[in-house]
């Protein structure tokens, strides 16, 4: 079993940054795939981006492409989302994902360890 948890979420104004920090634990394997999706009350969950393995491999969505970065930390299941230039429009419930796969997915389906989620609030 897996167990995931982030951190980092909080309330900020429009133009700021914030760091959102997930890691997970239990039984990992060095080749794994995680990811990062949202949901807003109200709507679905979507994806916002995942990296690979060996962070060689990212993939965003339209929406945050040139704004956000994931990337590994210090450990293999570990990972960061850098937030940068937030709008109002990305206030959700921000959710990591991990998954024993080599090459993740934008589909949350595919994952099958979440952690709870931690809040992001934009402001305007």
């Known amino acids: 079993q897996v167990q995931v948890v982030e951190s980092g979420g909080g309330s900020v104004q429009a133009g700021e940054s914030l760091r959102l920090s997930c890691t997970a634990s239990?039984?990992?394997?060095?080749?794994?795939?995680m990811a990062w999706f949202r949901q807003a009350p109200g709507k679905e969950r979507e994806f916002v981006g995942y990296i690979n393995w060996n962070g060689a491999s990212t993939s965003y969505a339209d929406s945050v492409q040139g704004r956000f970065i994931i990337a590994r930390a210090n450990t293999k299941s570990s990972v960061y989302l850098q937030m940068n230039s937030l709008k109002s429009e990305d206030t959700a419930r921000y959710y990591c994902a991990y998954e024993h796969r080599i090459a993740p997915t934008t589909n949350p389906n595919d994952y099958t360890s979440w952690g709870q989620g931690t809040q992001v609030t934009v402001s305007s």
């Open positions: 239990g039984r990992t394997a060095a080749i794994n795939s």
